[in-house]
């Protein structure tokens, strides 16, 4: 692989992975155009770990929090804490990703799910930023507004939904404002990244011919990583005050060419 593409796709990866545009379309769409041949599962797994890298990095006390022994005093006390809730909203992705990423990988990576998914996601979005002008009183983060979360990122599995954007619009559809909805997403993106490398070296590990450049892996983590943390420092500082409606232009308009090049 060319380190042109490696970097290239390393940023692409960093800076999608967290904004409510998705990764996976981006990183598709650019090979097709390009003309470049798959990168292959190795190298998507270090450009994953590279942002895995970068948001427990970024929230490093707030995981330091989640595994406070005084959430562990009894089942109850240990559901109910940050740690329990993020835990159970992660398992319906986990599962559903499991049992049918063979069947996504080969039916759902076309542009024309991209585009529509990128499109119909877009205008939820919008839909739950204006939705989110109302949410006014700080809201609490409960094991049925997590699951319900949780829930929503099945969706997620097709291209162009975007992780981070479908878990954002389900939190501000349930009253949290710009800001909790990012944050939990961006938790909740810890567990999910882990579960997907873990299957994807097992993927790896059964393939015979395992022939893969470090340099190349070393340089798309060093590059996903640092995009991926300013990608996030930023999202959070501003979000607030930026809405949502500039990603959502900027999905509709991507939707839109897509569709055109049909």
Same mark, same amino acid.
């Not at 944050?183 to 893969?212: C, H, K, T, W």
């Given at each position: 692989?060319?380190?042109?593409?490696?970097?290239?796709?390393?940023?692409?990866?960093?800076?999608?992975?967290?904004?409510?545009?998705?990764?996976?379309?981006?990183?598709?769409?650019?090979?097709?155009?390009?003309?470049?041949?798959?990168?292959?599962? !190795?190298?998507?797994?270090?450009?994953?770990?590279?942002?895995?890298?970068?948001?427990?990095?970024?929230? /490093?006390?707030?995981?330091?929090?989640?595994?406070?022994?005084?959430?562990?005093?009894?089942?109850?006390?240990?559901?109910?804490?940050?740690?329990?809730?993020?835990?159970?909203?992660?398992?319906?992705?986990?599962?559903?990703?499991?049992? $049918?990423?063979?069947?996504?990988?080969?039916?759902? @990576?076309?542009?024309?799910?991209?585009?529509?998914?990128?499109?119909? $996601?877009?205008?939820?979005?919008?839909?739950?930023?204006? /939705?989110?002008?109302?949410?006014?009183? /700080? /809201?609490?983060?409960?094991?049925?507004?997590?699951?319900?979360?949780?829930?929503?990122? !099945?969706?997620?599995?097709?291209?162009?939904?975007?992780?981070?954007?479908?878990?954002?619009?389900?939190?501000?559809?349930?009253?949290?404002?710009?800001? =909790?909805?990012?944050?939990?997403?961006?938790?909740?993106?810890?567990?999910?990244?882990?579960?997907?490398?873990?299957?994807?070296?097992? =993927?790896?590990?059964?393939?015979?011919?395992?022939?893969?450049?470090?340099?190349?892996?070393?340089?798309?983590?060093?590059?996903?990583?640092?995009?991926?943390?300013?990608?996030?420092?930023?999202?959070?500082?501003?979000? =607030?005050?930026?809405?949502?409606?500039?990603?959502?232009?900027? @999905?509709?308009?991507?939707?839109? !060419?897509?569709?055109?090049?049909?």
């Amino acid at each position: 692989m060319e380190t042109i593409q490696t970097i290239l796709l390393a940023m692409i990866q960093g800076l999608t992975e967290f904004l409510p545009i998705s990764s996976s379309a981006h990183l598709i769409l650019l090979s097709k155009i390009l003309g470049w041949n798959d990168q292959g599962l !190795i190298f998507d797994i270090s450009l994953h770990f590279g942002t895995l890298l970068a948001v427990i990095f970024y929230f /490093k006390n707030d995981i330091y929090q989640m595994f406070n022994h005084s959430h562990f005093k009894d089942i109850s006390t240990l559901i109910n804490s940050p740690l329990g809730v993020i835990t159970i909203a992660t398992l319906p992705i986990v599962i559903v990703g499991g049992l $049918f990423s063979g069947f996504i990988e080969e039916n759902l @990576r076309s542009p024309f799910v991209i585009a529509l998914a990128t499109v119909f $996601f877009g205008v939820l979005l919008y839909l739950s930023d204006r /939705k989110a002008h109302l949410a006014i009183e /700080k /809201k609490v983060m409960t094991v049925g507004l997590g699951l319900i979360i949780g829930l929503s990122q !099945i969706l997620a599995v097709i291209p162009g939904t975007s992780r981070s954007g479908i878990t954002i619009t389900a939190a501000l559809f349930l009253g949290f404002s710009r800001t =909790e909805a990012a944050r939990f997403s961006f938790l909740l993106s810890i567990p999910v990244i882990i579960a997907g490398n873990i299957l994807g070296i097992y =993927e790896f590990s059964q393939i015979e011919d395992m022939i893969f450049d470090y340099s190349d892996l070393l340089l798309g983590i060093g590059i996903s990583f640092v995009i991926a943390y300013l990608t996030i420092k930023w999202f959070i500082s501003f979000v =607030e005050r930026i809405g949502m409606l500039p990603f959502v232009i900027y @999905r509709i308009f991507l939707g839109v !060419i897509i569709f055109l090049t049909l």
